[in-house]
């Protein structure tokens, strides 16, 4: 059962767009939703996360957004990059004791 | 300075063999795991351990045993290697409860 449900799949956006991901999940028990970067051949890295008592976070191009009610979230890239080429997973976890991985969406910002 | 490393980076060996991966980490964290990330990137948590104890087996065939010689360590042993393990295997660790924010590498297994 996936705990975690993330679209789209695969993305194509043109340099400068905004790149947006989104997640949803079941379990409400989750209290911390992170998001990573993956490149290949590597592990996959933290980028981001919000905890559900806040409805938006910011860190530079990237933004959560957060609905409690919907139990949705999504990533948005700002100004997407060439350099922002990558797999990216949403994910969830319980009190940060188990995390729990969407099945990854691949970025392909075009020149 | 690597704050999560893996070894080795790649593995092929023929179905049937044992194998194992180490890991160790140098964050002084408590908490290591290991995931198996498939063909279509799908990432799984296998195990965790706290303090060196197994606080989760998600449902890993009796095959795979994790180690835990110190809370820096976690190795992973696999008896009896089957086409079906051929994956990328990835440490990580954090402290319970905080953010989980430091994978390795990866080791990629291919069993022939």
């Known amino acids: 059962q996936q705990q975690v449900k993330q679209s789209p799949q695969s993305l194509i956006v043109q340099k400068g767009g905004i790149s947006i991901i989104n997640c949803a999940y079941e379990?409400?028990?989750?209290?911390?939703f992170p998001w990573y970067q993956q490149f290949p051949g590597k592990g996959p890295a933290l980028l981001i996360a919000?905890?559900?008592?806040?409805s938006e976070k910011k860190e530079g191009r990237f933004t959560i957004s957060f609905n409690k009610s919907a139990k949705q979230f999504s990533l948005h890239i700002m100004d997407s990059q060439p350099g922002d080429s990558a797999t990216y997973f949403c994910?969830?976890?319980?009190?940060?004791?188990?995390?729990?991985f969407g099945t990854g969406t691949s970025l392909t910002v075009i020149p | 300075d690597t704050a999560v490393s893996q070894t080795p980076k790649y593995l092929v060996t023929q179905m049937g063999n044992d194998k194992s991966i180490k890991c160790e980490q140098n964050?002084?964290?408590?908490?290591m795991y290991w995931y198996k990330q498939d063909s279509k990137k799908f990432l799984k948590i296998m195990f965790s351990?706290?303090?060196?104890?197994?606080?989760i087996n998600e449902t890993v065939p009796n095959r795979f045993s994790p180690k835990s010689p110190d809370k820096a360590h976690l190795n992973l042993h696999i008896n009896s290697l089957e086409l079906g393990d051929s994956a990328v295997y990835f440490c990580?660790?954090?402290?319970?409860?905080?953010?989980?924010?430091?994978f390795g590498a990866g080791t990629r297994l291919s069993v022939l």
């Open positions: 990580a660790s954090s402290q319970a409860g905080a953010s989980l924010g430091h």
């Open positions: 379990n409400t028990a989750f209290d911390y």
């Open positions: 919000i905890r559900p008592d806040v």
């Open positions: 994910a969830a976890s319980v009190a940060g004791n188990q995390f729990y």
């Open positions: 964050l002084g964290h408590d908490t």
């Open positions: 351990y706290n303090n060196k104890e197994l606080i």
